[in-house]
């Protein structure tokens, strides 16, 4: 929409401008309104106006000049795709390793080195993701033998007052509790040395080839949370080796700030826009 203009469905016009009820752009908002604003009457596919949406936007870019909107349209599927707020999944068996291949699935992807995912899931009604921001530090220590400790710190952070969530004043329910599970994949076989900031016992265990470690916290309408995880990787660093490491980023997330440190001196230090490889000098 930020290249083809303002779309018309349903009688309502949709926009990317912001809207201040949400600071967000209106579409969202919008859209929001028709699929979970309290109504004095059963709204039967209430997330119906999404599939008109989509189908007023492909009518307005495949029905105008190819030189007109496609070639923006093209570049921004190419870094949708790197970017991850779009995933394909495909009935065709061929078609989907192709996008496999392409990393557009949303994978885990194997990896001969150090690798790091953090997966969340918010098991809010709200959508307060849309308010909440997110920092990441990994900090490597090395012992003589060669051994690797790795300690990962989430900052979150929301500095936007609740919304009205009540239900029998029938207003808009956006910015609530967040309510976060959330999974580290880290490199198969590292082991947990110590977790603080989850609100239940962090559990580890394997799966897609990696180590997991799951917890859960919450994060209040203008408040914050922290959370630390420090664990051992399952490899020793030779001397004057270097480390490869993968972050592969969560489909959906957008700007997370994450810095790479060595006994606490920046290494790297960036917006995570799209999965990233690093080489690691340690030692």
């Known amino acids: ?35 979970d604003q309290p109504a004095q009457i059963v709204r039967e596919n209430r997330k119906g106006i999404i599939g008109d949406l989509m189908y007023a936007i492909m009518n307005k870019a495949f029905s105008s000049s190819p030189k007109q909107y496609w070639g923006p349209l093209f570049q921004t599927m190419l870094s949708e795709m790197s970017e991850k707020p779009v995933l394909f999944y ?20 194997p990896y001969e080195g150090d690798y790091f995912h953090l997966n969340e899931a918010n098991f809010g009604g709200a959508k307060s993701n849309m308010f909440v921001g997110q920092d990441v530090t990994q ?31 029938g207003n808009l329910c956006l910015n609530a509790v ?3 599970w959330f999974r580290i994949y880290v490199p198969k076989g590292s082991q947990l040395i110590s977790a603080q900031g989850s609100e239940v016992k962090v559990t580890s265990y394997d799966e897609l080839n990696k180590t997991v470690f799951e ?18 990787l399952p490899f020793k660093l030779a001397q004057g080796s270097t480390l490869p490491l993968l972050i592969q980023k969560q489909p959906g997330t957008d700007d997370d700030s994450y810095k790479i440190t060595v006994g606490g001196k920046i290494f790297e230090d960036f917006k995570l826009l ?3 490889t690093l080489n690691l000098k340690l030692r």
């Open 1 to 35: 929409m930020n290249i083809l203009g303002d779309i018309d469905a349903q009688g309502t016009r949709f926009t990317t401008k912001n809207d201040p009820r949400c600071n967000c752009p209106q579409v969202i908002y919008q859209l929001e309104v028709y699929a």
């Open 90 to 109: 495909m009935d065709n068996q061929k078609a989907q390793k192709g996008f496999e291949g392409l990393n557009a699935a949303g994978r885990i992807m």
């Open 139 to 169: 900090d490597y220590s090395v012992s003589g033998d060669g051994s690797i400790v790795k300690t990962v710190t989430v900052n979150y952070k929301n500095p936007n007052p609740p919304s009205d969530c009540n239900l029998e004043r």
């Open 178 to 180: 967040l309510r976060d």
């Open 215 to 232: 917890g859960f916290l919450t994060v209040r309408p203008q408040g914050a949370a922290k959370l630390t995880v420090s664990y051992k």
């Open 274 to 276: 799209t999965d990233k």
